[in-house]
């Protein structure tokens, strides 16, 4: 009996989680137009991290406070220059969930090489981790039952 119980929890958590997905993907948010300022001084950005969604057309307004500097974006080949007191405009669509690193292109002294930030690429889906993590619980318990008719 108490099988048969796990077995139906574990089906309808998994239906859940199916209907939770489903329905995060048809009611995702359209991808939007984000902009950021961010200050570039001898060996760092200002800010050194910005969050967006796939697909967001992400555009930088970066400014140099010291030195020149330059800008380059991993995985999509952009690489700005910004003089001193000046500022450069760097637009680009998120098209990668995960992690993009951008760096200093222009050598700017002994700390350099560790002048970089960080674009964060959230997949543009709420509730997926939610979602998937229901939908691993109900083959969790759809296991247990299983084990439960074994034993």
Same mark, same amino acid.
């Given at each position: 009996m108490q099988r048969n119980r796990f077995f139906f929890i574990g089906i309808a958590i998994i239906?859940?989680?199916?209907?939770?997905?489903?329905?995060?993907?048809?009611?995702?948010?359209?991808?939007?137009? /984000?902009?950021?300022? *961010? +200050?570039?001084?001898?060996?760092?950005?200002?800010?050194p991290r910005i969050?967006?969604?796939?697909?967001?057309?992400?555009?930088?307004?970066? /400014?140099?406070?010291? *030195? +020149?500097h330059g800008v380059y974006i991993d995985g999509y080949g952009i690489d700005v220059k910004v003089p001193p007191q000046e500022e450069a405009e760097i637009t680009f669509v998120a098209n990668r969930p995960g992690k993009i690193r951008y760096r200093c292109s222009a050598i700017c002294g002994p700390l350099h090489p560790f002048?970089?930030?960080?674009?964060?690429?959230?997949?543009?889906?709420?509730?997926?981790?939610?979602?998937?993590l229901a939908m691993v619980v109900g083959v969790v318990a759809l296991g247990y039952a299983w084990w439960r008719k074994e034993a």
């Open positions: 239906v859940l989680g199916a209907a939770a997905a489903g329905f995060a993907w048809v009611h995702r948010p359209a991808p939007t137009e /984000r902009e950021f300022e *961010i +200050t570039a001084r001898q060996f760092a950005f200002d800010p969050t967006v969604n796939l697909g967001d057309t992400v555009i930088l307004r970066v /400014r140099s406070e010291d *030195i +020149t002048m970089v930030g960080e674009i964060i690429v959230r997949p543009n889906i709420p509730l997926a981790g939610s979602a998937f």
